[in-house]
């Protein structure tokens, strides 16, 4: 399907190491399709009210990709689909 944001986690070659324990994570992209409106079933449907990614207030467009970071990039990792965006 059209998308209006898409979540991608880095390689693991880029991964960085952070802490005084020197934790390993692997950071994330969020990409944003600036002509695409949210579709229903997106969690941020009704914030954007209809408008496509390109055409909402910096406000709210920080929103819905803190949105899809939440969502998406914690359920991919509980589902271990971080291998597959690698991969794609």
Request: proline content about 7%; aromatic content about 4%.
């Amino acid at each position: 399907r059209d998308w209006a944001t898409r979540t991608r986690v880095v390689p693991k070659e880029q991964s960085i190491t952070v802490g005084e324990q020197d934790k390993t994570i692997q950071p994330a992209m969020v990409l944003i399709n600036i002509h695409r409106s949210a579709s229903p079933d997106d969690p941020f449907f009704e914030e954007t009210r209809g408008l496509p990614m390109g055409a909402l207030p910096a406000e709210t467009l920080a929103r819905v990709i803190a949105r899809e970071i939440q969502d998406n990039i914690t359920e991919k990792s509980m589902r271990g689909h971080v291998a597959q965006d690698e991969l794609s």
